[in-house]
Structure formats: C-alpha cells, structure tokens
C-alpha cells in the first residue's frame, strides 16, 4: 500500500498570501495524484488531477506540481473561500487507491 | 448535469446493517468506476472500495474487504454501501464518488455525504 503523507498538518495564511502544501508518496506514483479541497460540511472537491491539471472550474490560482513522490499544491492570493482542508490522493497503484492526512489551511 | 445523491442519514444500533444508495444521474452510469470513502468524526478520507457497473467488477481495500460489500443496479443508476454487524466505531460520514473516466482515476464528482451513527 501506498502511503501519502502530507505536511504541513495546519498552515496559517493571511488573505491574499501565498500558501504552500506538500504531498510526499512512500514509493512513486508518476504523476497519477489529485488535490482536494473539503469546507466544513461539505464533500470533497476536485482541485487538480495528473498532478497539475486544473479540474473543471478551479481558479488559475490553484498550481499543482511535481511527479515521482514529491508534489506541491500551490495556492496564490488566498481567498476567504479557500480556507479549509486540501487532500492529495493517489491512483497510480491500487487497491487502495490511498489519501493524505490532509494539510488544514488557516486564517492566520 | 451530473449529480450523485445519497440516501439519507442513519441511526443504527450495534450489530445491525444498513444499505446506503448513490443515485447518480447525468452521464453513463455503466461507463464509469464509482467509489466509497468513509470519513470518520474530525478525521480524514478513507478508500473503501470500487464498482465498475458496467461489468459489476468490484475491488475493496484491504481494511474493509469483508466488512462492507458494494454493488450496483444497471436498472436505475444506483450503488450501494452495504454495512454489516455495524459497531460504534463504524459511525462516520459515508461518501459516494464517480472517477473521471472509465479508468481509475481522481474522484470528479462526489455525493453530498451518508451520515451513519451507530449507538446502542
């Protein structure tokens, strides 16, 4: 099983800042990984597939990057909307299909 | 539109089961892998397993492989979580979502979420 480690665990970020998330894969995973986004009570949503694509909708601010077992989430001018809880997932080897712990992005 | 809707919230006594539905609609049921995560209270995504309906090829994770069975009905659009011999730590959200593609790939669209809380 793949293990998707993600850190930091919590960012604190002022608004219009940048922030930076990390996903590290236990073994490559090419670039076979997406991005989530969850509010509090919602579903999970698509940010980023195929390590840097943007998913239907996502704003131009939202840059995934990285292949192998090293990726980065780079979120710029963060908005008050983008506060929350950013997942990576891997699909390359599976089942299962595994997902990080999650990085929680913060109003600092 | 593609929508994916969920039956609605559970409470279950220890050692019962329950059948979760996912309704979908808007695209070809049959052409894409759909999948289960659980979210336990205040924790992260759990990959629970698969179905691909067109064929009903069914793959778990290891951590729930003989603890949950999924299927699906071609007839009208819906899979299904079931769980059985339901514990207090099986309380937990209980999401449905679609892969991208006929591949297993990211997760495009998403239910609204199945909560479950199994107290005696």
């Known amino acids: 099983e793949i293990v998707m480690t993600q850190s930091p665990a919590t960012l604190s970020v002022s608004p219009g800042e940048r922030a930076t998330l990390s996903c590290r894969a236990s073994?490559?995973?090419?670039?076979?990984l997406a991005w989530y986004l969850q509010k509090p009570g919602q579903a999970p949503r698509l940010l980023i597939y195929?390590?840097?694509t943007r998913a239907t909708g996502i704003p131009a601010r939202f840059s995934g990057s990285g292949s192998g077992t090293e990726f980065t989430l780079t979120i710029n001018s963060l908005q008050s909307e983008d506060f929350a809880v950013y997942y990576c997932?891997?699909?390359?080897?599976?089942?299962?299909?595994?997902f990080g712990g999650g990085t929680k992005v913060e109003i600092k | 539109e593609v929508q994916l809707v969920q039956s609605g919230a559970e409470v279950k006594k220890p050692g019962e089961s329950l059948k979760i539905s996912c309704k979908t609609s808007?695209?070809?049921?049959?052409?894409?892998?759909i999948g289960w995560v659980r979210q336990m209270p205040g924790k992260g995504l759990d990959w629970m397993g698969i179905?691909?309906?067109?064929?009903?090829?069914?793959r778990y994770s290891p951590s729930f492989q003989g603890q949950v069975t999924i299927s699906a009905d071609k007839s009208i659009s819906t899979a299904y979580l079931q769980l059985s011999s339901l514990k207090a730590s099986d309380t937990a959200m209980y999401y449905c979502?679609?892969?991208?593609?006929?591949?297993?790939?990211?997760?495009?669209?998403w239910g609204q979420g199945t909560l479950v809380t199994v107290s005696s």
């Open positions: 979502a679609r892969h991208g593609s006929q591949l297993v790939r990211e997760y495009d669209y």
């Open positions: 808007g695209y070809s049921f049959t052409s894409h892998w």
């Open positions: 179905i691909y309906p067109g064929d009903s090829d069914t």
């Open positions: 073994q490559s995973v090419n670039s076979n």
């Open positions: 195929g390590a840097s």
């Open positions: 997932q891997q699909y390359n080897d599976w089942p299962p299909l595994t």
